[in-house]
């Protein structure tokens, strides 16, 4: 495709000053090197997968009914299964291959087929499987672990209440010890504690992992996971279990999500996954983490894969839809104001680059965050670094990066879909179908707003620790001192932060804003300002009543959030400067260069009204930003093909026939019989010309 599409080349500088530190005005990328780059530390795997996903066996097939989606989808896990695929994350003493970086990186994938397969795999392995392995000992995996590999055992992960989704904390299911019985006994005591949205609830799931309150002695312990049998080998739920059907959804009709109610339900008590938490046969409890607060959050920290995968698919569909609007944009013609003969290719107008491009830079600045999110996380839970603030961190980093990436996702969805036109609400062409499925990605493994303001008090903790002891005047006199000394001087950002007229031309402040120390520091800069102005005004919520300090603390909600959105755009940013430092080829490397700077300044350029009014850039460098932004896009536009193409992608997972030649072909035929139509002096004449 990208051999044979249209690439005009609209981005020759015009001055010698616009050429100023440009080492090629033309270059080439090499798409099968940069490809091989973003597929990342598991590139092999990767690429097993997709060849998984090219199968028509496990790909989504449009017009089924929810019914028959779901079958569809458990016999396509079946398929994995049969296959060896589903195995990489699981104990090698029970046939699996203790990979669990590869084995995230492999389920990823599965969004080319089907996001409802990639999520109902990982419901059962990645959510109901990781717990078991994770959370129990080795009496539950050499119990539960074989049937839950081989899918004899299809099970639901039931955290999540109809009354309490992010604040698992607070989730009012209980599981009562009887030391009598040595039976745990577990009740959802009224409606909103029913365990809800649970994939595998509705139909397939014959046990679950069950998080509940753990009473004993008359004394929460706090929440714990318990292994409990759900139906019989009819599907007929045992006694005291009940559940609903949630019905259909707004996307992932693939999986039967339900609802899942108990009421004096008794399971043994070697049935609680133990590894940190334990009950004795009279009833003691005890474990290993003294701490009820950490110990929870230690439970809760061995789970983020969900979020890691999350992170990586919304990531993929991201890149999919560019794809291919940007390979429709570049077939489809309309409108000829710069001919008498030949119409305009979409991508050759500034607003239809403008809609793509700055996306395209946001989604290869993913690909290079999650691959080091990805490599975290294996070190974690390979052991490799495995501290607890190594866990802290890994949590951070998924409290910060799947919100981006999945509120991305659906924005490129939406306006890939828009920059189609009519094609684009076809469903044959994918993405109102993707749009439909990522729609959920958003509130999964937690709600994205929640999950930023985790963020945010982890970046209020790090600093609070950094001023400990400081009394309210020194921290004062440090929040008002740091944007006029510490963030300009030790940063650099005085220069930047100065007139036009100290720099002479537009052209040297355009060079400084290239300069890549210059757009980390405005980042960062922002980003501390932010999290200092809070941390200032929150100094004393501890001292407050506890009503008004939560009463402070909610005033200051929206910029906590926005602080941790900064964060986060700040740490993709340096995954891509890092991957650029990687890229060895002097052209691509220039080509990402660009991207790159068009990700950074178009950050700025979005946050604009936080740097003017806090005196970062003057009206003057602000509108520099804009105009380089788009110089930035009309230089990209010749490769706006190849850098799609280097996401790897053939037809059979795109599977739309916009991006696979459809287009082109009509265009050629449309062409081919206008200029048959003037050679042959039978066209007709138009009416204007008469006059």
Request: aromatic letters at 8%.
């Amino acid at each position: 495709m990208a051999d044979t599409a249209v690439r005009p080349e609209t981005d020759a500088p015009t001055t010698v000053e616009q050429r100023e530190d440009e080492t090629s005005s033309d270059p080439r990328i090499d798409v099968a090197v940069l490809g091989r780059q973003l597929l990342g530390t598991w590139a092999d795997i990767r690429l097993s997968s997709r060849e998984v996903a090219k199968q028509p066996e496990v790909q989504r097939i449009d017009g089924l009914s929810m019914a028959e989606h779901r079958e569809r989808v458990l016999g396509q896990l079946h398929y994995l299964v049969a296959n060896g695929h589903v195995n990489r994350a699981f104990p090698k003493a029970l046939g699996g291959q203790d990979d669990a970086g590869g084995n995230i990186a492999a389920f990823e994938e599965l969004v080319l087929a089907d996001p409802s397969l990639q999520i109902k795999s990982g419901v059962q392995w990645g959510l109901f499987g990781a717990a078991v392995l994770h959370l129990g000992t080795e009496y539950h995996h050499e119990t539960f672990l074989p049937g839950i590999m081989t899918l004899d055992v299809p099970g639901a992960f039931a955290m999540t209440e109809t009354g309490h989704g992010s604040d698992v904390a607070s989730i009012a299911t209980t599981a009562t010890y009887d030391p009598d019985t040595e039976e745990f006994v577990i009740d959802t005591p009224f409606r909103g504690a029913w365990k809800d949205y649970l994939g595998n609830a509705a139909l397939h799931g014959k046990d679950a992992v069950v998080f509940a309150q753990l009473i004993t002695k008359g004394v929460n312990h706090g929440v714990h996971a318990f292994y409990v049998h759900l139906r019989d080998d009819e599907g007929v739920f045992l006694d005291g279990i009940g559940g609903e059907d949630d019905g259909l959804k707004g996307g992932l009709n693939g999986i039967d999500n339900g609802r899942l109610h108990f009421s004096g339900v008794r399971v043994p008590r070697v049935n609680l996954l133990n590894r940190y938490g334990d009950v004795a046969a009279d009833g003691t409890y005890s474990s290993p983490i003294e701490s009820p607060g950490r110990r929870f959050f230690t439970m809760l920290g061995t789970l983020v894969q969900g979020r890691v995968s999350l992170d990586g698919a919304a990531t993929t569909a991201s890149a999919m839809a560019l794809a291919i609007a940007i390979r429709y944009g570049s077939e489809r013609r309309q409108f000829n104001a710069a001919s008498d003969t030949e119409e305009e290719v979409l991508l050759d107008y500034q607003r239809h680059q403008r809609r793509l491009l700055p996306r395209l830079a946001t989604t290869y600045a993913q690909v290079f965050a999650h691959d080091e999110f990805l490599v975290k996380f294996d070190a974690v839970f390979s052991g490799k670094a495995d501290t607890d603030d190594d866990r802290q961190d890994l949590e951070t980093l998924a409290a910060a990066l799947k919100p981006l990436s999945t509120w991305h996702a659906l924005d490129t969805l939406q306006e890939a879909r828009e920059a189609c036109g009519g094609a684009g609400f076809l469903a044959e062409n994918r993405l109102v179908g993707l749009r439909q499925d990522l729609d959920i990605y958003v509130t999964f493994e937690g709600d994205n707003n929640v999950l930023l303001q985790l963020v945010a008090k982890r970046l209020l903790t790090d600093f609070s620790r950094k001023f400990a002891g400081a009394d309210a005047g020194a921290l004062a006199r440090y929040v008002v001192s740091q944007a006029a000394d510490r963030a300009y001087h030790g940063s650099g950002l005085r220069r930047i932060a100065q007139t036009v007229s100290d720099f002479g031309s537009t052209a040297r402040s355009v060079k400084d804003l290239r300069d890549p120390d210059t757009q980390r520091g405005l980042l960062t800069d922002r980003v501390e300002t932010m999290v200092e102005e809070i941390a200032g005004r929150l100094r004393d919520a501890r001292k407050l009543p506890k009503a008004e300090s939560a009463a402070l603390f909610n005033a200051n909600q929206n910029e906590l959030i926005e602080a941790a959105r900064a964060h986060a755009e700040l740490l993709q940013w340096e995954a891509f400067t890092r991957g650029l430092e990687q890229t060895e080829h002097a052209e691509t490397k220039q080509v990402l260069t660009w991207l790159r700077d068009l990700f950074g300044l178009g950050l700025l350029e979005q946050h604009m009204s936080w740097y003017l009014i806090h005196g970062r850039l003057s009206p003057q460098r602000a509108q520099a930003v804009t105009a380089y932004v788009d110089r930035l896009i009309a230089r990209l536009r010749p490769h706006a093909l190849d850098l799609v193409d280097a996401f790897g992608f053939e037809p059979e997972h795109l599977r739309a026939s916009i991006a696979t030649g459809a287009e082109a072909e009509r265009q050629h035929e449309a062409r081919a019989y206008f200029e048959a139509q003037r050679a042959s002096g039978t066209a007709p004449v138009p009416e204007k010309s008469k006059k």
